[in-house]
């Protein structure tokens, strides 16, 4: 699920950060630039796992900070397509069942990755497992907002987020109601989620945990009734011997 990935950057060092050790000050920037971010096709950026190494620091001219070249390994979240991960329901929309991890939050199952057959249930906002019983009917098993639940990953999406150029000549010469409001469903249609996780809950084992606890309690439970009557029959037989 974490990996480390080596990367390259060209570090700056601003005159106000002189007076720490260039390896400490490299730490901070490195971690000021990429904590917390998405590179693309590497992953979301955790936390800085060590310097490899530093190459000699230079001052350009008419810059008074120092640029060094530096090779790192940072720890990136970015699961393999197959691995189970237990995360928590966020909410559910028509969409499907969008899962958080907690520091991780674009997890979607789409509903066809869901158990068949499943069902949105509008007054609830939460999608419903019909749970086929062996006399034929159904049992509604919930999905709702804050279980845990286990899914494996099937497939990573990323973006490119590069920024937008400004609204064309055109737009602007528009009145400013139909301006505003156009503009705000550009900008809605135009956010992109750098990095996504496409996850699937559609085999046994899988989905919101308390499902299978509890089918794991009814088969204990019925396996100790079956050992009390297993039980009850040796003692009669013995009293009648």
């Not at 906002?125 to 006399?135: C, G, H, N, R, T």
Request: glycine share 6%; net charge negative; aromatic share 8%.
């Amino acid at each position: 699920m974490f990996v480390l990935a080596e990367l390259k950057d060209n570090v700056r060092i601003a005159p106000d950060q002189f007076h720490l050790k260039l390896v400490d000050a490299v730490r901070d920037e490195i971690d000021r630039k990429l904590a917390n971010k998405v590179l693309l096709n590497v992953g979301l950026c955790m936390a800085l796992k060590d310097i490899v190494s530093l190459k000699d620091s230079v001052i350009l001219p008419g810059d008074g900070a120092s640029h060094t070249e530096v090779l790192f390994r940072y720890v990136v979240f970015r699961p393999m397509v197959g691995t189970v991960i237990t995360g928590k329901i966020r909410n559910c929309s028509r969409e499907g069942v969008h899962v958080t991890l907690g520091f991780f939050d674009d997890i979607l199952i789409p509903h066809a990755a869901l158990q068949h057959p499943s069902r949105f249930d509008e007054a609830e906002q939460a999608w419903v497992w019909e749970y086929p019983l062996e006399d034929g009917a159904k049992h509604d098993l919930f999905m709702d907002v804050g279980e845990p639940i286990k899914f494996r990953v099937s497939r990573e999406i990323f973006e490119e987020t590069s920024p937008i150029g400004p609204p064309k000549a055109e737009a602007q010469s528009q009145q400013a109601a139909s301006s505003s409001s156009a503009a705000a469903s550009a900008t809605s249609q135009e956010v992109k989620t750098p990095y996504k996780i496409i996850g699937a809950i559609n085999e046994s084992g899988l989905g919101v945990l308390s499902w299978w606890d509890q089918q794991g309690k009814d088969e204990d439970q019925d396996d100790e009734e079956e050992d009390e009557y297993d039980n009850d029959e040796d003692g009669e037989g013995a009293c009648e011997e």
